[in-house]
């Protein structure tokens, strides 16, 4: 698990943090651009000349790296997870319980067991970090496909829509808006658990902001807290307007 973990981890740390940060920062633009407008391309390129000029680029994208591999280790399996806890009510009532105890246990307490198991660094903060951040991506997607009117199921199945093709077809679209919510969501929990993972060594924004607790560095704490508030926002309006967009197209 460590292995596959710090591969891919050290993949995204090869693109964000040794690439040259104009190409990076022309890319993420671009990216916002094209995802959802050029007011919201702006406000990412002023945000980016913020980390930037402020001495935050490297810690940026190093949590930016931690949180793109939490992220997308939550979506792979809990997507998937919450397609089949709608289908299948017996899973999801023995899932139910263990899915409260993740959302309700403190993000602290996670770090013992992982410390635990997996010592201190990088990946035991990702995997601290998908603890915290999958429950919303589960449940949002469970509750969205269960929430298609059984109306439009038995159409489909009339016109002899097979069970892929009516999940594909029909469900996932219509349970969209819930699951682009359940994203949006693990996306901010991941990163809010990345900062709280800077006590085991995972260094990034979290680190910055420890350190000047350590200290009473009270202007250089401000200065990490909204490095961390820009790069929740470029996350956000991103995501979001990339579901508006497909939104007002469809």
Known sequence: ITAA????????ELILVDTPWPVVATFVVIVAWQAASVRVAIFVGAALAYLGFLGFWETSMITFALVGTAALICL??????????SKSARAYAIARPILDLMQTLPPFVYLIPIIAFFGTGKVPGVLATIIVGMPPCIRLTALGLM???????EAARAFGATNRQLLTGLELPLAMPSIMTGINQTILLCLAMVVIASLIGAKGLGQDVLVALMYVAKGQGLLAGLAILFSAMILDRIVQGRFKQRGDSG
Do not use: T
């Open 147 to 153: 929430q298609v009117d059984g109306h439009l199921k």
């Open 76 to 85: 792979v399996v809990g997507i998937p997870l919450g397609v089949w806890f």
């Open 5 to 12: 973990v710090q591969a891919f981890l050290d993949l995204l």
